[in-house]
């Protein structure tokens, strides 16, 4: 079944004490409006740096349809690989779900779509759920090249699953011009390249997949803009950066289906 999600993405911000108060002042909020009594009944995820894995886990322990994951994971199981974290050891801190795909993770990081099958694959083998954003850039979009950018990334990075694994993931479409710009995603465009996106998954996964698969939109979400957002028919919610930092900000977020 195709679920509505709000994912807070909490990039390199927050020391530990000050995660865990965001976490529990969002948890404190869901504890008083539990989320299948909000309009849409979302799921919440909170996508939060490797050191909160541990306390937000626990923080969010009881409640029904919220959950924690990692913003990034490393694309071997094990071994000499200094400084990064393998999937089995995020999934040993109590989360769920991993990030995979992210456009800063793709640009400032030269991670290829290659490189992040191997990340969804060792995902998917350790029992996480993969978001795998995508999205095209500004120029990408000046030059008609949008729906191509977004189809190979999803052929090459995530289209590799079989059915199984594949109904455990979650496709975040953001992009790269609306992140961390202010500048949003009209409702159209963030409809025409969700439909667009679920005509991929149907293609490939025939019509029963595509219609269970929840598919977010990145990009400046806030407060104001999210009601109309996620309104859109094919808009199943949304992956939060800079407005998942401010509790009551993100729970407005929450609210707006
Ligand atoms: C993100 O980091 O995934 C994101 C969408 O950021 P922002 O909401 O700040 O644009």
Known sequence: MKKNIVAGNWKMNMNLDEGKKLAEEVSGMIRKKPLKAINGSPDVIFFTPFIH??????????????????????????????????????????????????????????????????????????????????????EERENSRHFDVVRNQLREGLFWMDNKSFSNAVIAYEPVWAIGTGVTASPEQAQEMHAFIRDLVNE???????????????????????????????????????????????????QSF
């Open 53 to 138: 894995l541990v306390d937000v886990s626990k923080i969010i322990e009881g409640l029904d349809g919220v959950g924690v994951g990692a913003q990034n994971c490393y694309s071997k199981p094990s071994g000499a690989f200094t400084g990064e974290v393998s999937a089995s050891m995020i999934k040993s801190t109590g989360a769920g779900h991993v990030l995979v795909g992210h456009s800063e993770r793709r640009s400032l990081f030269n991670e290829n779509n290659k490189m992040l099958a191997a990340k969804a694959s060792v995902a998917v083998e350790n029992g996480l759920n993969v978001v795998f954003c995508c999205g095209e850039t500004l």
């Open 204 to 254: 490939k996964y025939g019509n029963q997949i595509a219609q269970d698969t929840t598919i977010l939109y990145g990009g400046s979400c806030n407060p104001k803009n999210a009601n109309q957002l996620f309104q859109q028919e094919d808009v199943d919610g949304g992956l939060v950066g800079g407005a998942s930092l401010k509790a009551g900000d993100f729970f407005k977020i929450i």
